[in-house]
């Protein structure tokens, strides 16, 4: 199947500090990325979807300028979150639709975050 | 928008039993039903998929059947194995936009 690979897996920063995280559709082009964040022992919560070329749309309560998402290409998506903080640590994941009108979503593997 | 109720929370089977896991959806215009299995630290997998346009699907051991009038789905997994105990997901959408998950369940299977 289609593969969706995240970098980095798993990432300590400093508060206070920035970390950026891609997500990259392998082998298809991905016109719309979608980014989750995920507790330990929770659900996947949405966060944004990413349409390629446009400014990305954020779920209630999810702060744009915080998480910062861009989708410059049909096989990059990045998030980056700035000024982190301690309770910013979660597992954040991608998703990625393939085509157009493709309505399989293929998950990456997902990347840790720690802020100390 | 969509909300996505998922039944039980957590499931524990013999090895060699069944196990079924239940959702429901609220909104009527979806129309692609995911499953995905989770393992500790891992991203999602998908293992099945059903759409609006079939009523049950089957892939080896794992099954989903679909009732679109009462809008709900689920998960029948046959002859289960110990590497099968994993965190599951049922998810739904339209064509096109995000999946919302439901809670998930926690499936054990004891040898």
């Known amino acids: 199947g289609a593969v969706v690979s995240q970098h980095p897996s798993w990432v300590i920063c400093k508060s206070g500090t920035s970390v950026k995280i891609e997500c990259r559709s392998l082998?298809?082009?991905?016109?719309?990325m979608f980014w989750y964040r995920q507790f330990p022992k929770q659900s996947l919560m949405l966060m944004a979807t990413s349409n390629e070329g446009s400014k990305a749309t954020y779920e209630q309560g999810v702060e744009k300028d915080k998480f910062l998402i861009n989708h410059a290409s049909l096989t990059l998506s990045t998030l980056t979150v700035t000024s982190a903080h301690p309770e910013d640590s979660s597992f954040y994941i991608c998703?990625?639709?393939?085509?157009?009108?493709?309505?399989?979503?293929?998950f990456g593997e997902g990347s840790w975050l720690t802020v100390v | 928008g969509e909300n996505v109720e998922q039944h039980p929370s957590t499931l524990s089977v013999q090895e060699g039993d069944s196990a079924v896991i239940k959702c429901t959806y609220s909104?009527?215009?979806?129309?692609?039903f995911p499953w995905y299995k989770q393992e500790l630290g891992k991203g999602p997998q998908l293992i099945i998929d059903i759409r609006s346009n079939v009523g049950e699907k089957k892939d080896q051991r794992i099954a989903v059947t679909l009732n679109k009038t009462a809008k709900h789905f689920s998960l029948h997994i046959t002859e289960t194995q110990p590497e099968d105990s994993a965190v599951y997901f049922c998810a739904a959408n339209q064509a096109g936009t995000a999946l919302i998950f439901g809670k998930g369940t926690t499936l054990s299977v004891s040898s």
């Open positions: 909104d009527s215009a979806s129309n692609y």
């Open positions: 082998d298809f082009q991905a016109t719309t």
């Open positions: 998703s990625a639709r393939e085509g157009l009108s493709g309505d399989t979503i293929y």
